[in-house]
């Protein structure tokens, strides 16, 4: 299993409408080393939703129901979509300020491309952020 992070502007997109859907395509990514990413991920992989832009924060947790296939939003077979599918909300946010005062998260892509829009997490860095997400 592999582990996700995807941004999405919460007035564009927000994880409350993930949730409402229950399930939906993630679609729109027109960044080759993000497509890369969601090329790569594969059912059962779970995945941090982040609110990007004001709130800066990991809000959620979904998983890959879907792996990739052709972007529905554009005729350019170059890009891709995955469906994903909410898990739960974490009981607080984890905020951007938070993850970067944490020494053993200092190596999250999050951190180094922070503008990437779909981005790997390692398994530790996934389970640290549930924990911060809990308490």
Do not use: C
């Not at 299993?1 to 941004?7: D, E, F, G, T």
């Amino acid at each position: 299993m592999n582990y996700w992070l995807v941004k999405s502007e919460p007035n564009a997109y927000s994880w409350d409408d993930l949730v409402k859907l229950g399930r939906d395509h993630w679609d729109g990514v027109r960044n080759y080393a993000a497509r890369k990413h969601m090329q790569t991920m594969s059912e059962g992989d779970h995945v941090l939703f982040y609110h990007s832009v004001k709130e800066k924060s990991i809000v959620g947790i979904a998983k890959v129901v879907r792996e990739h296939y052709p972007d529905p939003t554009t005729d350019d077979d170059r890009w891709v979509a995955v469906d994903l599918e909410p898990v739960k909300k974490l009981e607080k946010p984890v905020t951007l300020d938070q993850i970067k005062a944490e020494k053993e998260l200092s190596d999250m892509v999050l951190l180094k491309i922070s503008r990437l829009s779909v981005q790997p997490v390692t398994e530790f860095e996934f389970n640290f952020i549930l924990k911060m997400g809990a308490e």
